[in-house]
């Protein structure tokens, strides 16, 4: 029994230094894990990310991306956003989820910094307020509860096409509660549900360590089955949402998202009008489909672009800008041949953020001079 209990004690001492060996040494300086940025704890509202971070953000040996949250919270070029007007400059606001973040790319390199840069820094500031996983429910509350404050000409809102019923209240993730959402109240009516407080848990340190940022992030190796495993014991909501996804079906997807839609381009377009800005609405487009279809030299189906479609016809009813980046991808695919993500990250690369922020800079040149 003695011997027994020993071994044990051996085995876990064992263990436990190898955990620290790999913790504290092997992923900080031989194998280096991707650094990610620390959310800031509220009580409820805007989630952003603690002030004042760098770092670099890596997958595998295909991503190595610099990024700088700055004072106010968003990962850009700017330390600061500036709340007074300088009435010199024309200020443009762009809102999304991780294609706005854009940690996969360098941060100078991301399409509002391109964007930026086309139009010129002595003539134009754009801010952006990205954070991965929100859905288009939330940059509204963001539009109306952060960025309104910066007094913006133009608002872009990048949408992608999982923005939609992920507004209900269908993510996956250990702070989507922290997002704003749509629910469906009494008079079947879409209301939205304010944020709850983001507080830091078990999952918020773990994040923090170099074994997760490596194996996880960098490297991938968990499995998503297992991730998702630990997650529903750690958050059982998420295994509700999980639910919820599946149980919309093929039928009446299309239909959610049209409401879903018509509630958020009500919404946007009333703040336009009571603030005074603009709107420019970007939705991206099927890659993957534009990249198969000109390898089979087929043309793309209609199921590929209904979402992009049913946008464009909607947009139509308010006085919006809209870019619907189907077409462009196509064009650009046929004469570039370059592909628009990354092979391990289905992000934007850096072709297509380039490509983006040419296309927003000819939108406006167009429309404004």
């Not at 894990?33 to 959310?39: G, I, S, V, W």
């Not at 409820?44 to 760098?54: A, D, F, I, R, T």
């Not at 490297?219 to 599946?246: D, N, V």
């Not at 049913?310 to 800008?321: A, D, I, K, N, Q």
Request: hydrophobic fraction near 40%; aromatic fraction near 14%; charged fraction near 20%.
């Amino acid at each position: 029994m003695y011997n027994w209990l020993k071994n044990i004690l051996l085995l876990g001492t064992t263990l436990l230094i190898l955990v620290l060996v790999f913790e504290f040494f092997i992923f900080r300086y031989v194998l280096i894990a991707a650094d990610l940025p620390r959310l800031a704890e509220n009580n409820g509202g805007v989630l952003k990310y603690e002030p004042n971070q760098v770092g670099t953000y890596r997958i595998k040996s295909e991503i190595y991306a610099a990024f700088n949250i700055n004072d106010s919270g968003w990962n850009s070029s700017y330390s600061h956003y500036d709340v007074p007007i300088n009435y010199d400059k024309t200020r443009i606001a762009v809102i999304g989820d991780s294609y706005v973040e854009a940690l996969q790319v360098d941060y100078r390199r991301s399409f509002p910094e391109v964007l930026l840069d086309l139009l010129g820094r002595k003539l134009y500031e754009v801010y952006r307020f990205g954070i991965s996983g929100a859905p288009l429910s939330h940059y509204l509350y963001v539009l109306e509860n952060e960025v309104i404050q910066y007094s913006p000409k133009l608002v872009v809102l990048n949408i992608v096409h999982n923005d939609f019923l992920e507004s209900m209240g269908t993510l996956e993730g250990t702070y989507t509660d922290s997002f704003a959402t749509f629910r469906t109240n009494s008079a079947g009516e879409l209301v939205t549900v304010s944020p709850t407080a983001y507080k830091k848990s078990f999952i918020w340190y773990l994040k923090q360590s170099a074994i997760f940022r490596y194996v996880y992030v960098r490297m991938k190796f968990i499995p998503r089955l297992i991730t998702r495993t630990i997650m529903s014991k750690c958050c059982p909501k998420i295994e509700q949402h999980k639910q919820y996804a599946e149980s919309v079906t093929h039928e009446n997807r299309l239909k959610r998202i049209k409401i879903i839609a018509e509630k958020a381009l009500g919404v946007l377009w009333a703040l336009s009008q009571k603030h005074g800005f603009a709107v420019l609405i970007v939705v991206d487009a099927d890659r993957s489909a534009v990249v198969s279809a000109s390898e089979l030299e087929e043309d793309i189906s209609d199921t590929d672009v209904v979402i992009n479609q049913m946008l464009s016809e909607l947009v139509e009813r308010y006085e919006f800008l809209f870019l619907n980046l189907q077409p462009i991808v196509t064009a650009d695919y046929k004469i570039n041949k370059k592909k628009f993500n990354f092979y391990n990250d289905y992000h934007w690369n850096d072709h297509m953020h380039q490509l983006v922020g040419r296309e927003i800079n000819r939108l406006i040149i167009e429309k404004y001079r």
